[in-house]
């Protein structure tokens, strides 16, 4: 996951989450309160895979955050949001130990990982989208205006899973048909 801490106009930090293949940014209520953000009320509707779609009644919220210009100046930047409960959950946090033993010219700091996601950012934000700048191994850092994000995997960083004993079997597939019946 693309995953990095971004700034408020306010200075706070929120936990985001790049998602380049959404079309609509997220922001946590729980986060929308913390940070006094105005709100309207809205029905949003939200198209997924194979036509599936859902209404979910909402806020609508205007966030103002800030971001670095190629100069290295900060100036804000404002973006509409819409709220969830939640966004994601970061299951196995990378610590920037580790991060940085692949990336060791990168600032320790630049590596901080959130634990939460608070945010969303979108395609639409296309200005805000790092650039890869390095790769290891299936590993990419990339820089944008927000700071820098890691994405793909490396053996380092991945779960260990142990095999079970004995080792597990499958025996049947069991259509949706027959799990009804």
């Given amino acids: 996951m693309m995953?990095?801490?971004?700034?408020?106009?306010?200075?706070?930090?929120?936990?985001?989450?790049?998602?380049?293949?959404?079309d609509t940014n997220y922001?946590?209520?729980?986060?929308?309160?913390?940070?006094?953000?105005?709100?309207?009320?809205?029905?949003?509707?939200?198209?997924?895979?194979?036509?599936?779609?859902?209404?979910?009644?909402?806020?609508?919220?205007?966030?103002?955050?800030?971001?670095?210009?190629?100069?290295?100046?900060?100036?804000?930047y404002k973006l509409v949001c819409y709220g969830l409960d939640k966004i994601a959950e970061v299951h196995q946090h990378v610590s920037a130990q580790k991060l940085q033993s692949l990336f060791p010219e990168v600032p320790f700091e630049e590596l901080k990982r959130p634990r939460e996601v608070q945010l969303l950012l979108s395609h639409k934000e296309g200005q805000l989208a790092p650039q890869k700048i390095r790769t290891v191994g299936d590993l990419v850092l990339w820089d944008g205006p927000l700071g820098k994000v890691i994405g793909g995997t490396h053996p380092d960083l991945c779960l260990v899973v142990l095999p079970t004993k004995p080792p597990l079997k499958l025996t049947k597939v069991v259509t949706p048909a027959e799990m009804a019946s």
Avoid: F, W
């Fill in 3 to 22: 995953l990095l801490n971004t700034m408020t106009n306010a200075g706070q930090k929120l936990g985001t989450l790049i998602d380049l293949a959404s």
């Fill in 27 to 76: 922001i946590t209520h729980k986060a929308a309160k913390a940070l006094n953000l105005q709100s309207e009320p809205v029905t949003l509707v939200v198209s997924g895979v194979g036509g599936m779609s859902a209404s979910v009644k909402t806020k609508r919220y205007l966030l103002k955050l800030k971001v670095n210009t190629p100069k290295g100046l900060l100036k804000p």
